[in-house]
């Protein structure tokens, strides 16, 4: 299980850091597939870092590029959209909200 956590703090490109069990969580990857926010990730509102954030976390959870782009805005708007300056979420409660999704 990982564990990711978001800081309100800027990282050189701009975006605001994420951590991926205590090390640096890039969007380079999920950037590759959308490229919603070339300055990286945010939270808290409903804008182009959020989505991309959203993206990324699905994409790292399950491997599965067609399932991570069709549920990353539902994901953004249920969750990211609204976390606080801090927040933290596992992989098992990322694949809990998109098991749920099926239901």
């Not at 703090?9 to 990857?29: H, N, S, W, Y």
């Not at 805005?73 to 999704?101: H, Y």
Request: proline letters at 4%; glycine letters at 10%.
């Amino acid at each position: 299980m990982a564990t990711y956590k978001g800081i309100m703090t800027r990282t050189a490109g701009g975006g605001m850091l994420v951590q991926k069990d205590g090390r640096l969580f890039r969007p380079t990857r999920s950037q590759k597939l959308y490229n919603h926010s070339p300055d990286g990730f945010n939270w808290g509102y409903g804008g182009s870092g959020p989505a991309q954030l959203a993206l990324a976390l699905l994409l790292d959870v399950t491997d599965d590029e067609e399932l991570a782009l069709r549920l990353h805005q539902p994901f953004k708007w249920d969750l990211v959209a609204r976390w606080g300056s801090q927040w933290t979420m596992t992989s098992d409660e990322i694949q809990s909200w998109i098991n749920r999704q099926a239901d």
